[in-house]
């Protein structure tokens, strides 16, 4: 009697089974991958305008403080981190905003106006009105952001990584 030549039903199904599982496998596991591993490879650059809000709530020539929250997500994690700036309005509408943070050890100054000028209080760095340092340890000046108005509210662009 000759032998059966090919292949048995039971290998034919084995194979057959493995090739769709495989299919089926890729088709649902690259989706997957990618959802896990897509955060790992973003950029957490974040480049936005923040609104500080209308202009007209700022005196002229006098820093006011102003207070807003930056949302950051990196991967999974989301950490909403609280800034402070002076926004010094000039009398023709021109804005100046600074960076309540010291450029020598980045302690946050305040302004006081008896002494017309930021104080750092960790090691006595003063600023101007404009943000120039008067004396004290700080190498740069405060920092400044863009600005621009967009009917009567203005907005700071602020880059963070």
Known sequence: MAEPRGISRRAFTTRA????????????????????????????????????????????????????????????????????????RGSNDSVEVLSNVCTHLGCRVTWHTKADEYICPCHDGRFSPTGKVISGPPPHPLTTYETKLDNGNLFIHVLES
């Open 17 to 88: 089974m493995a090739f769709v599982g495989t299919i089926i496998g890729t088709v649902v596991g690259i989706p997957i991958i990618g959802y896990l591993v897509s955060p790992a490879v973003k950029a957490s650059t974040t480049e936005t305008w923040i609104p500080l809000g209308a202009l007209s709530k700022y005196p002229v020539g006098t820093p006011t403080q102003s207070n807003f929250t930056l949302t950051q997500v990196n991967g999974w994690e989301k950490t909403v981190n609280s800034y402070s700036v002076y926004v010094l």
